[in-house]
């Protein structure tokens, strides 16, 4: 890793300047919502019209299109954008082996409808998001299944999509091997046993809540899994559930997400080929005429592509606020007014969320305030690796599942969008997110742990910090790209 630290990207206007082509972009999305012309393919016109204004307040537009690149060469993005062709894929093929049908079929026969079958949906996500430790794979996997069913079932499609939504965001906060949750930790200096142990106590509150919100809001629509055109129920579907299994088994065998995804993948085709959901040459098949789908594989890459698109544009606005030096800025700022723990840990979450609030992804947001500022604050204050980890870590995990132009709510809003044009059911609002009740949960709980002091402990004999401890490594911002 080169220690070389690149020069500030200058802008005309400084920080406000560095931040114009994302709040430009913001402001774009909320007037196509108001107008009705909210559509993913349009938000990329938006998000490259800002691309286009942000140059020219650049004072050296060579270095701010150099600055565009690294944006959307990020590391992160790279992972994000793989795991889009293997979840969207394992999806596809979860779909059209007849999972849907089996929902349905225990909806209608075991009377699992409404609220109840939200709730399903809800733990169902939070399951899978835990197993992979990955929202944005969550999402993409899951989504295309849940939601249809859900709204056949009776569900209310607006708490449906955010009960998916929360159990997505569920499994990123709390999975041990969720990458926020290995950031969080490594730039802390903490075990990340101690991190998941002293997390529990906020994660089960705010799943209650979830739950709680769900089953009172989740129901009031009618059930019409038996008279929708195209639809019936199967039992038999339910064995892709199987493949689901596969997966997770191969991920607590501690393999690669993407490993386990190919072994979940095929685990599905084999499903699915004996249920009789599809035949070899639904999964691929040369296509008659130009044009034509190719089987399921091109059809799952097809039903994310608008979205990896849409995450590496976004990748590169963050990326122009990041070496503008917009969050360096925001940092010294909330740094001059920390005077104890209290304080210490409300600054913690405040620029935390704050920091993710403009970054699309939230490992990069941890990593872009967890070695530099969040360690200075323990350092300084007294507070345990662990407590600090955990108040970064629940705080980039709350929020950001609430901001339309984040990766795991596009990949979500994306999936929806596809959903409800495949089986002609409503679309809710992009805005829906902000419902996500397991984000403000947490963010609740969260805040009031660091009011009050609670699961707050002294700073214990053997923590340590990230940077003077030799086994734990370090984390740096390099380059002016978040990398670890």
């Known amino acids: 890793m080169s220690s070389i630290q690149r020069a500030p990207l200058k802008m005309y206007g400084g920080a406000l300047g560095g931040s114009v082509p994302l709040l430009l972009f913001i402001a774009g999305m909320i007037g196509l919502t108001i107008s009705g012309g909210a559509d993913m393919p349009v938000f990329w016109a938006v998000a490259w019209i800002a691309c286009v204004i942000g140059f020219f307040f650049a004072a050296s537009k060579s270095d701010y299109c150099s600055a565009l690149i690294r944006g959307i060469g990020n590391s992160n993005g790279a992972v994000v954008i793989t ?26 026969e075991l009377h699992v409808t409404g609220a109840a079958f939200a709730v399903l949906a809800l733990i169902c996500a939070m399951a899978f998001s835990v197993a992979t430790g990955t929202s944005v794979g969550t999402a993409a996997a899951m989504t295309p299944v849940l939601y249809p069913a859900g709204v056949m079932l009776g569900c209310d499609p607006a708490v449906l999509a955010v009960a998916i939504l929360a159990g997505a965001g569920f499994g990123d906060n709390c999975s041990p091997h969720s990458d926020t949750t290995i950031a969080s930790a490594a730039s802390q200096g903490a075990e990340i046993k101690d991190v998941v142990k002293a997390r529990i106590p906020f994660v089960l509150i705010a799943a209650a809540f979830s739950i709680v919100f769900v089953l009172v809001f989740g129901g009031g629509g009618e059930v019409t899994a038996k008279n929708t055109p195209g639809t019936e129920t199967n039992p038999w ?113 405040g620029v935390t ?71 002609n059911i409503p679309l809710p609002s992009l805005w829906t997110s902000f419902m996500n009740p397991y984000a403000w949960g947490l963010f609740i709980v969260t805040i009031i742990a660091a009011l009050t002091g609670w699961k707050r402990k002294a700073v214990g004999p053997h923590d340590v910090d990230a940077d003077e401890d030799p086994e734990h490594g370090h984390l740096s911002r390099v380059d002016g790209e978040v990398q670890g």
């Open 237 to 349: 579907g339910l064995l892709m559930f199987l493949s689901f299994l596969v997966l997770i088994f191969v991920v607590f065998r501690n393999r690669h997400m993407i490993e386990a995804f190919i072994w979940g993948i095929i685990a599905a085709v084999i499903l699915g080929l004996v249920t009789n959901g599809f035949s070899f040459g639904d999964i691929f098949h040369f296509p008659a005429v130009k044009g034509d789908s190719s089987g399921l594989v091109q059809d799952g890459i097809a039903s994310v592509a608008n979205t990896m698109i849409f995450v590496l544009i976004i990748l590169g606005l963050s990326q122009i606020m990041v070496e503008a030096g917009v969050i360096q800025k925001l940092l010294q700022f909330c740094g001059r007014f920390v005077r104890g723990k209290r304080s210490a840990e409300l600054a913690i979450i």
């Open 353 to 423: 969320t704050a920091v993710s609030v403009p970054i699309s992804h939230n490992t990069a947001a941890a990593l872009v305030v967890g070695p530099g500022f969040v360690n200075a604050m323990g350092r300084k204050f007294g507070i345990a690796p662990s407590r600090r980890a955990i108040m970064m870590d629940c705080s980039v995990t709350s929020l950001y599942f609430t901001i339309p132009w984040h990766s795991s709510v596009i990949t979500w809003f994306g999936m929806l969008t596809i959903a409800s044009h495949d089986w």
């Open 83 to 108: 795991l889009y062709f293997f979840a969207g894929v394992f999806g596809q093929l979860l779909k059209e082996g007849g999972l849907v049908e089996g929902l349905l079929w225990i909806g209608t």
